[in-house]
């Protein structure tokens, strides 16, 4: 209990005794800042005005000293009221320092659960973008077998088709080895063997021809001359045909010029050829391809195409060659000829297997009033430079 005028403690009950350690005669006559409730003097008046204003106040906030100097929460509230006509102030002070011990207690455990929740959120974002990327990974490993698997497809369907026509190929090869062979065998026997045979009838007459005079023997060994040289040039051309000697004895423009020559007299075709000297540098192997790709070209240019000029032209571009075989003639559909499962056009199939060979791409072009060209470009590599 405390007098309004004077502010000092009038009464003071065994409880507050005890919570304070001072006895009820040290607490008499001191004022609440003197036992550490309203900090200091000026404040306990503050807080005097503030009752007799409202009636009454009420703080949690102000510590309390025992005797000790043990620091006390306590909750503080007083009220202003009378009694028989006289105004007393009454003090109601509890120790809450249990529950603000608790409180802050709690207050730091939810801190603390804060804080672990943040790091739970924290882990749980790493986890999902860990699982996110793990995801997209799998996504695009799915997506890469996919793609392999689809790309294994097709190359197994590129294979078989190639083993399809690899054995079409092959069987065509046979077909115009036997041709070939059938055509030689002929040959031989409509040309060479029938002159060897005219020759020796002509040399079986001569040794019967003891009684001839000398221009008669001498008209007789003429004849068996010319069938032996009939012979020869018969031998020569099967020769040429197989191999030209003077691929290998000149070089390429020489055994090109020579083939074109004897092509263009027997076709009536007018032929141009446009070469160069370094073409000679190629090792033997592209040179009989190169010659091998313009016999056929013009070959199949005298059998089908029914044309009037054929240009063949042989050029270095950079470190490439570049050959052209261009003809006026009619033209025929390409890629159809080419996939057709009953073509017959071996040398097409043929020219393009050498090309590959070394390295090299074919195209062929053919379209109606402009003729057909068969264009070749391999690696130029001199044999100075292998």
């Known amino acids: 209990m405390l007098d309004p005028v004077t502010r000092k403690i009038t009464e003071a009950n065994p409880y507050i005794v005890k919570?304070?350690?001072?006895?009820?005669k040290q607490l008499i006559k001191k004022e609440l800042w003197e036992i550490g409730l309203l900090k200091d003097e000026v404040a306990n008046q503050q807080a005097f005005r503030t009752l007799k204003h409202k009636g009454s106040i009420?703080?949690?906030?102000?510590?309390?000293s025992s005797k000790t100097g043990q620091?006390?929460?306590?909750?503080?509230?007083?009220n202003l009221y009378l009694e028989q006509g006289k105004e007393v102030i009454q003090c109601n002070i509890r120790d809450i320092t249990a529950r603000k011990q608790i409180e802050a207690a709690l207050r730091a455990a939810q801190a603390q659960l804060a804080a672990h929740a943040q790091g739970l959120e924290k882990l749980v974002i790493i986890r999902t973008a860990k699982v996110t990327a793990t995801n997209k990974l799998l996504e695009a490993s799915v997506k890469s077998v996919s793609q392999g698997r689809e790309k294994y497809r097709v190359l197994f369907l590129a294979s078989q088709l190639m083993q399809k026509k690899l054995q079409h190929l092959a069987r065509q090869i046979l077909s115009v080895q036997e041709d070939e062979r059938r055509k030689i065998s002929r040959d031989l026997h409509d040309e060479v063997v029938q002159t060897l045979v005219g020759i020796n009838v002509e040399l079986g007459a001569l040794g019967r021809a003891s009684s001839l005079g000398p221009e008669a023997l001498k008209a007789k060994i003429s004849l068996t001359q010319q069938l032996v040289e009939k012979s020869v040039t018969a031998v020569h051309q099967f020769a040429r045909e197989l191999r030209p000697a003077v691929l290998d004895d000149l070089g390429l423009n020489p055994a090109l010029h020579t083939y074109l020559k004897t092509v263009a007299a027997e076709s009536k075709l007018q032929i141009r050829l446009t070469t160069f000297d370094g073409i000679e540098t190629l090792d033997i192997g592209k040179r009989t391809m190169l010659y091998r790709v313009v016999q056929e070209s013009v070959t199949n240019v005298v059998r089908h195409a029914q044309a009037s000029l054929v240009d063949v032209g042989i050029s270095r571009i950079s470190r490439t060659i570049c050959m052209e075989v261009r003809d006026n003639g009619k033209s025929f559909p390409v890629e159809q000829t080419l996939a057709a499962k009953t073509n017959k056009r071996l040398g097409l199939l043929g020219m393009r297997e050498r090309i590959e060979m070394v390295g090299g791409n074919l195209t062929i072009e053919s379209a109606a009033g402009q003729g057909t060209t068969i264009r070749a470009v391999l690696p130029f590599r001199s044999r100075n430079a292998a």
Do not use: D, K, T
């Open 19 to 24: 919570l304070l350690g001072y006895s009820r």
């Open 71 to 78: 620091r006390l929460e306590v909750e503080f509230v007083s």
């Open 58 to 64: 009420r703080y949690e906030n102000l510590p309390l």
